[in-house]
């Protein structure tokens, strides 16, 4: 009797670390190619063509503030971020422009939706702007 009690604790500590970790997202591994990219628009100029790509293509999800709270938050799976704290700040140009550009799971690649390169990196600039003070 206490065999079975201790093989149905077991199984049931198994499943809810099994659950547990199937809701934990994996780390966001960049390449490193892209990690020491070197960022070739001046984060002072087209600001407002930053944010008004930001606001075209990651409002929705993302938040006027970047806080992950867009309008379509609910309907996306995994961790949307926050970019207004220090840790997704602490990234660097070329891992935002990395997970702008190519997405993964529910985040989108914007390879073909924005072709052209600067695009992106303006809309990297703009996220910069978002620093919660």
């Known amino acids: 009797m206490k065999a079975l009690k201790f093989l149905t604790i077991i199984t049931v500590l198994t499943f809810v670390l099994f659950s547990f970790t199937s809701f934990i997202q994996e780390e966001w591994v960049v390449p490193e190619k892209y990690v020491n990219m070197t960022n070739p628009t001046d984060p002072e100029v087209d600001k407002s ?22 309008n379509k938050a609910d309907e996306v799976e995994g961790d949307l971020g926050d970019f207004s704290t220090e840790e997704y700040q602490a990234q660097t140009d070329g891992e935002l422009f990395y997970k702008t550009s190519f997405g993964r799971d529910d985040m ?11 695009d992106r990196w303006l809309i990297v600039n703009y996220m910069r702007t978002l620093l919660e003070e």
Not at 57 to 64: L, N
Not at 108 to 118: A, G
């Open 108 to 118: 989108p690649e914007y390879t073909k939706k924005m072709p052209d390169d600067e």
């Open 49 to 70: 063509i930053g944010k008004s790509l930001y606001n075209k293509h990651c409002k929705s999800c993302h938040g006027k503030e970047g806080y992950g709270d867009g």
